[in-house]
């Protein structure tokens, strides 16, 4: 086992040892879960019913069939999601990786699992606000002035997890995704920021991670360029991050671990934190 995940491990088991709560991170999945026009959403269908056959013995099974976009939900991107000027990170042909249906590089399941020290920046508390407007912007001095105030130094190999409070809209997906009004989200200069202290995640509580404009496309995902095509660092999205903060936690262990979808551009994720 490498010495860092045998490091990461070791403080996850200390945590536990200590009676640490585990704190939720992600949403339920459900029908009603905000998806964009691009994902297909979220449904689930039962294909066998209790009664519908009975082994001897009066045994019965139930299961179903799922289907679901790898954008949707609480999830994960891989570093084949995006690419800039038709390369992938690493300077490599997006077009000739993605030949035969799925990516033969940058795919979700080359992902490790992420167990590490989380960071809590706590944008919208920092301005006095339950949370950010649609629209609203976090640049790189909002993500170091919330750290100052927080007493917390952004390091190698965190995970941090920006919270806006936009979350709370995520019962009203028409609100939540911000056709009308816009979404709020980190632009260029956090993206760099977070990249110079060599974190190896960051996610937010909102769907499309970079600041969303009225009418609800971003203009160029620059953060999503700068981050998972220049840096390789892994971005989540649609975080719950009410919980944890409303610990008033700054730090916790991060655990988390995608699906591992062969070839695939992303996963659903159940992250959580240990606290």
């Known amino acids: 086992m490498e010495q860092g995940m045998s490091s990461r491990l070791g403080a996850v088991l200390a945590a536990l040892d200590a009676g640490m709560d585990i704190v939720e991170l992600g949403h339920p999945l459900h029908s009603a879960v905000p998806a964009l026009p691009t994902q297909p959403g979220f449904r689930s269908a039962l294909m066998q019913r209790h009664g519908d056959r009975t082994f001897d013995g009066g045994l019965s099974a139930a299961n ?42 940058g795919s979700i399941d080359e992902l ?53 409070g936009w979350a709370r809209r995520y019962g009203d997906a028409a609100a939540y995704l911000g056709t009308d009004g816009g979404c709020p989200g980190l632009v260029e200069s956090a993206a760099h920021w977070l990249a110079d202290r060599g974190v190896c995640a960051v996610g937010t509580d909102t769907l499309q991670f970079d600041a969303v404009p009225d009418g609800g496309i971003p203009h160029d995902l620059a953060c999503h360029r700068v981050l998972l095509v220049e840096q390789q660092i892994s971005i989540l999205e649609n975080l719950w991050l009410e919980g944890v903060a409303g610990r008033g936690v700054v730090e916790f262990v991060f655990v988390a671990a995608p699906l591992r979808l062969v070839g695939a551009t992303g996963s659903p994720l159940r992250p959580f934190a240990l606290v």
């Open 112 to 164: 490790p699992p992420l167990v590490s020290r989380g960071v809590l920046l706590d944008v919208a508390a920092h301005r006095g606000r339950d949370h950010l407007d649609g629209g609203d912007v976090v640049t790189a001095d909002d993500l170091a002035d919330v750290a100052v105030a927080a007493g917390v130094a952004v390091g190698s190999g965190d995970v941090v997890c920006v919270r806006t």
């Open 64 to 105: 179903e069939m799922m289907v679901m976009g790898t954008h949707v939900g609480t999830h994960i991107d891989a570093f084949c999601h995006i690419s800039h000027n038709g390369q992938l990170h690493g300077g490599v042909d997006a077009v000739a990786s993605q030949r035969g249906g799925a990516f033969d590089t």
